[in-house]
């Protein structure tokens, strides 16, 4: 008998031999990597790619079901958060423009104080309003208690039908004036449209 070679011929169970050759599975083997082409199949149990009929349809529904509504957490978190962030801006919005608002108001205030202490410290029959910056600027700012209750108690001992002396005695009916009374009121109104008389 002569010896065969076993790794060429394969025997079937009819009990017929197949002659294999080596040569093809070499040639695969000598096939480069990059010709060969991988299939890399992925397995999505949990995405879209469960569809109906299959073992874990209910498993995914579940699972899309959770994180829809983590996902509709953080939006809604998100619109309170942006809503509370707009709300503050515009509040500390408001509250700066109101103190800008308070502080003009303020200084308004303390001018027309200035400007009332001015005039009666100089006793002129000027209104307060008319009192130029140069003047004001004149005014002692840091008069003590003391001058402010000299020129207090200066005040309370003139006479206040003095201090209608810029008014002139006769006045015409024609012009719709009124003449001031002579006793002492306890306000005075000044009238400019009377000093052009």
């Known amino acids: 008998m002569v010896e065969q070679d076993f790794e060429d011929h394969v025997l079937l169970s009819t009990g017929k031999i197949l002659n294999v050759s080596n040569k093809l599975q070499q040639t695969d083997s000598t096939m480069n ?3 060969q082409v991988v299939v890399e199949r992925v397995r999505n149990v949990w995405g879209s790619s469960s569809g109906a009929g ?3 349809l209910d498993n995914y529904r579940k699972q899309r079901a959770v994180e829809m509504l983590r996902l509709e957490e953080m939006d809604k978190k998100w619109r309170e958060d ?3 962030k707009l709300f503050h801006s515009q509040r500390i919005h408001r509250i700066k423009k109101e103190s800008e608002k308070a502080l003009k108001r303020k200084i308004k205030r303390d001018r027309k104080k200035k400007k009332a202490s001015f005039s009666k410290k100089c006793n002129t029959p000027e209104d307060a309003y008319t009192i130029n910056s140069d003047q004001l600027d004149a005014v002692d700012e840091d008069s003590t208690i003391a001058n402010v ?3 207090k108690s200066d005040n ?3 006479d206040l039908s003095a201090s209608f002396s810029h008014f002139p005695d006769d006045y015409s ?9 002579n006793k002492a009121s306890s306000f005075i109104i000044l009238d400019h449209s009377l000093n052009d008389i």
């Open 33 to 35: 990597d990059s010709d």
């Open 54 to 56: 299959s073992d874990f």
């Open 82 to 84: 942006m809503e509370n």
């Open 149 to 151: 209750e000299k020129v």
């Open 156 to 158: 309370d001992n003139q």
């Open 173 to 181: 009916n024609i012009d719709g004036t009124v003449k001031p009374p």
